[in-house]
C-alpha cells in the first residue's frame, strides 16, 4: 500500500504535472462563466511558470540534500561489506535495445568497482529491483551483472538483490538475504541527494554504514545565480521534491531513523 500511495503521490508532485494541470484547468474555466477567475488564475501560473525558470529553487534544495555528507575521503581500514543502491539501469529500456542503458548515476557503479577492489575480502551487494508501479516484470540486479563484469568486479562476490521496489525495502530486503542482523561496517552508496533518506532507512534496519555519496549535480556553496530555462528548473526542483517528500513521509511511517539523518560517530 505505502508503494502504491508513494507512486500516485509523486504524479502529483512533480512540478511540471503541477504547471500542466493548473493550465489545463485554466483554459477550462475559460469556457464557463467564471471567466474573470480564469484569467487570474491562468496569469498565476504563467508568473510561477516565470519564477520556476529564473529561480532556482530546485537546485537549492538539492543542495542542502548533496551537503548534508562529505564526501567520503577517509575510508575505514576495514569493512563487512559494500552495498551500492539501484536507479542506474534502465532494465525495460535495455531488454527493448539488447543492450544495457546506464543513466546519469553511472558514478554510483565506477565506485562500486573502486570499492570492491580496495576491500577484496569485502562481500558486496547490488540491490534494486523495479520501482515501475504496474510493471514488476524485469529487475534492474538482473541487468547490472554485464555492466560489473566490464568493470572488472568478480561476480561471484556480489549479492545481487532484485525484489526491492524503494530504499525502504533495499535495507530491509538486503538484510533478509544476509539471513541475520547485519555485522560491522558496510559502506553504502548512492547519489549524495539521496544519502540521507539511504542512511536512515539502513540505520533503521540495523546497519552500521558508512556514507560513500557520488554523483554530485551542485557545487558544495549556494551561488546566488539566477537560472536561464525551464526545462532545467523543473527537472532539478522534480528531483528535490521527490526526495524531501521521501523524506518526510519515510519519518512519519518510522522508516528512517531521524527527519534529516545526517553524520554521526561510527557512520
Do not use: C
Not at 241 to 260: I, K, M, V
Amino acid at each position: 500500500m505505502f508503494f502504491v500511495l508513494s507512486k500516485t503521490l509523486s504524479f502529483f508532485l512533480d512540478p511540471a504535472n503541477v504547471l500542466f494541470l493548473a493550465l489545463a484547468s485554466g483554459v477550462a474555466l475559460l469556457w464557463t462563466r467564471y471567466n474573470r477567475l480564469a484569467r487570474w488564475w491562468l496569469t498565476a501560473t504563467v508568473l510561477l511558470t516565470v519564477f520556476l525558470t529564473v529561480v532556482p529553487v530546485g537546485r537549492f534544495l538539492i543542495n542542502i540534500l548533496e551537503n548534508r555528507f562529505e564526501a567520503a575521503r577517509a575510508l575505514p581500514k576495514h569493512v563487512e561489506g559494500v552495498i551500492v543502491l539501484g536507479g542506474v539501469i534502465d532494465q525495460f529500456l535495455s531488454r527493448n535495445r539488447g543492450v544495457v542503458i546506464v543513466n546519469g548515476a553511472v558514478e554510483r557503479l565506477t565506485a562500486f568497482a573502486d570499492l570492491a577492489d580496495r576491500y577484496p575480502d569485502a562481500q558486496l551487494v547490488f540491490t534494486g529491483g523495479s520501482g515501475a508501479l504496474t510493471d514488476q516484470s524485469l529487475k534492474e540486479a538482473d541487468f547490472a551483472a554485464p555492466v560489473l563484469l566490464r568493470m572488472g568486479v568478480d561476480l561471484e562476490r556480489v549479492i545481487f538483490e532484485s525484489q526491492s521496489r524503494n530504499t525502504a525495502e533495499n535495507a530491509s530486503m538486503t538484510r533478509e538475504i544476509l539471513a541475520s542482523a547485519p555485522r560491522g561496517t558496510w559502506i553504502l552508496v548512492t547519489s549524495a541527494f539521496h544519502m540521507p533518506r539511504a542512511v536512515g532507512v539502513f540505520r533503521e534496519n540495523g546497519w552500521q554504514v558508512f556514507p560513500y555519496p557520488v554523483d554530485y549535480v551542485t557545487r558544495r556553496e549556494v551561488r546566488p545565480i539566477l537560472q536561464v530555462g525551464l526545462r532545467s528548473g523543473l527537472n532539478s526542483l522534480a528531483a528535490a521534491a521527490h526526495e524531501w517528500t521521501g523524506l518526510t513521509f519515510y519519518w512519519l511511517t518510522g522508516r528512517t531513523n531521524d527527519f534529516f539523518p545526517g553524520p554521526q560517530p561510527g557512520g
